[in-house]
C-alpha cells in the first residue's frame, strides 16, 4: 500500500496484535485513470486540477472502503477538508467502525472558507456516528479554540508511530569512540524561502569553532542544491534524491537540527521527526506544542528552541548527551511509538 507519509507504515502491522478484530486501511494515494489525469492535466488553472484529483482520489478512498467486507473496522490514512462531502457517507456504509486520522485539519479549516466548512461538517458528521473515531497524533486538542476542537467521546490520542525497519546504529549501552567526530546537520530541500536556511548560517558557524569534535553534514537532493552552496569544503553532502538515501543520511546524523513553518507545523506531527528519532537522531527543533511532544515522550531523544540564539546552548548539551547517554534513549522511545503499544490505544478492550 502507497502511502502519503511512509513513516506511517508501521500502523498496518497493527492486526499482528489483534485477536478476533480484523483492522483494514485505506489511503489518499489511489490510483488515478490516466485519461483523468491528462484531461485535469489539461486545465490552465494548477489549483483547479490538482482539487479535481484529491476530490477523485476521495471518492475512490470511499470506493476502497466499501471493498473491505471481511475487516471489523477501517483506519482512514488521510482525508482534506474539502473533498469529504461524499466520503463520510460512503464509510457510514461500510457499517463498520471508522478511524480518520488527522494531520494538520483543524489547522487547515482556518486558511479559507472552503476548508473551514468541510471541517464544520466532518465535526458534525462525527457527532452523529458514534462508530467514527478521529485519530489526533501526540497530543488532545486542548491547544486549539473550541470551534476547531472534537468531542472527548470522538478522539483518540496515539504518538506518532516509528518506522520499524530503521533503527538507531548504537545499541542500548554502547557510546561513540571519544575520538570520533560528532556529525550534526540538516536534512531536506535547501532553498532561500525554506525556514531552514536560517539555522543554517549558525550551524556552520559553530561547526568551524568546533571542528575537531563536529563534522556538519547535509542531507539533500544534490540537483536541487543552492548555488550558495557549492564549493563547500566544510561541509559533507549527502544526496537524498531517492527516499533511501533520505533515510540513510539520517541513519549518519547524529543531532538533526531543524526548522518548520510555524502556520503549518505549530499544531501538527512531523514526519521527518518521526523519521529521525528512529534513525537515531538526536533532534534539535522548535518549541511548537506538538513537535516538542514527539521529541521529549515518553524520554527525551532532543531538546526544542524558542529562540535561534538557543541553538549554541542545545548543540554544546546534545554533544554531552550523546557522549554519556549514546542512544539508549531512544531505545526506550521506539516502545511507546510501535503498532502493539497503539494497537492497545485504539483498542483497549481486546
Not at 540537483?223 to 553532502?237: G, H
Request: aromatic share 12%; hydrophobic share 40%.
Amino acid at each position: 500500500m502507497q502511502l502519503f507519509h511512509p513513516g506511517l507504515k508501521e500502523l498496518l502491522l497493527i492486526n499482528r496484535y489483534l485477536s478476533n478484530h480484523k483492522m483494514g486501511f485505506v489511503t489518499i494515494e489511489r490510483p488515478i485513470p490516466e485519461w483523468f489525469k491528462k484531461f485535469t492535466q489539461a486545465i490552465p488553472s494548477y489549483s483547479v486540477g490538482l482539487q479535481l484529483r484529491r476530490e477523485y482520489r476521495h471518492f475512490s478512498m470511499g470506493l476502497q472502503a466499501l471493498s473491505l467486507k471481511d475487516v471489523d473496522s477501517i483506519y482512514v490514512m488521510e482525508i482534506y477538508n474539502q473533498h469529504i462531502l461524499t466520503l463520510l457517507p460512503m464509510l457510514v456504509s461500510t457499517g463498520k467502525k471508522v478511524f480518520l486520522c488527522i494531520h494538520g485539519n483543524q489547522i487547515s479549516a482556518q486558511e479559507n472558507k472552503i476548508k473551514y466548512l468541510g471541517f464544520v461538517y466532518l465535526k458534525k458528521f462525527i457527532e452523529f456516528n458514534p462508530r467514527f473515531k478521529v485519530i489526533l497524533l501526540e497530543l488532545d486538542d486542548d491547544y486549539v479554540s473550541d470551534k476547531f476542537k472534537f468531542t472527548q467521546s470522538s478522539k483518540i490520542v496515539i504518538p506518532h508511530p516509528i518506522m520499524s525497519e530503521f533503527a538507531p546504529k548504537l545499541q542500548p549501552g554502547a557510546r561513540l569512540k571519544q575520538d570520533e567526530k560528532i556529525k550534526i546537520g540538516i536534512a531536506g530541500i535547501i532553498r532561500e524561502d525554506k525556514p531552514i536556511n536560517k539555522i543554517l548560517e549558525k550551524l556552520r558557524y559553530y561547526v568551524s569553532q568546533h571542528f575537531q569534535q563536529l563534522e556538519l553534514v547535509i542531507g539533500t537532493p544534490i540537483n536541487q542544491k543552492s548555488k550558495s552552496l557549492v564549493n563547500c569544503a566544510d561541509i559533507t553532502f549527502i544526496d537524498t534524491t531517492k527516499d533511501e538515501n533520505y533515510l540513510q543520511a539520517l541513519q549518519q546524523l547524529d543531532i538533526l537540527v531543524t526548522d518548520f513553518n510555524q502556520e503549518r507545523y505549530y499544531y501538527r506531527a512531523s514526519g521527518v521527526i518521526s523519521d529521525a528519532g528512529s534513525c537515531g537522531c538526536y533532534i534539535i527543533a522548535p518549541n511548537y506544542p506538538v513537535i516538542k511532544h514527539q521529541i521529549t515522550w515518553p524520554v527525551s531523544i532532543g531538546a526544542s528552541y524558542s529562540s535561534l540564539d538557543d541553538l549554541d546552548t542545545l548543540i554544546a548539551e546534545a554533544i554531552i548527551h550523546i557522549r554519556e547517554k549514546g542512544q539508549d534513549n531512544h531505545w526506550v522511545w521506539r516502545e511507546k511509538r510501535n503498532a502493539e503499544y497503539i494497537s492497545k490505544l485504539l483498542f483497549p478492550n481486546l
